[in-house]
Nanobody, 123 residues
């Protein structure tokens, strides 16, 4: 399984970014996919997850109402729309595919990880 995260960059506080997680081999259409982040000096943090068909989503409280996860299985891509960004959202963002069709917030349940994409929010 190969996942490719992209869409990171530098944005001002209050701005928006959309991250993409592409699966070039189309092998995770039956798997849940989650987004996580790691800020400097902090633990990896769960952000959001979406079930295999997009019907079930789950969010961390820290991003609920600001971030939206979605997927387009025809394009083998999962998205994370991030609005109202804050400086504390600065981190490396990762996508990961879960073991099953519906997976929660535990990173140990995600065996397949893409490389990260840097998001920097300036104040």
């Amino acid at each position: 399984v190969q996942l490719q995260a992209s869409g990171g960059g530098l944005v001002q506080a209050g701005g928006s970014l959309r991250l993409s997680c592409a699966n070039s081999r189309r092998t995770v259409s039956n798997n849940a996919v989650g987004w996580f982040r790691r800020a400097p000096g902090k633990e990896r943090e769960f952000l959001a997850t979406v079930s295999w068909n997009g019907g079930i989503t789950q969010y961390a409280e820290s991003v609920k109402g600001r971030f939206t996860i979605s997927r387009d299985n025809a394009k083998s891509t999962v998205y994370l729309q991030m609005n109202s960004l804050k400086p504390e959202d600065t981190a490396v963002y990762y996508c990961a595919a879960g073991r099953g069709s519906v997976t929660g917030s535990d990173p140990s349940m995600y065996p397949y990880w893409g490389q990260g994409t840097q998001v920097t929010v300036s104040s």
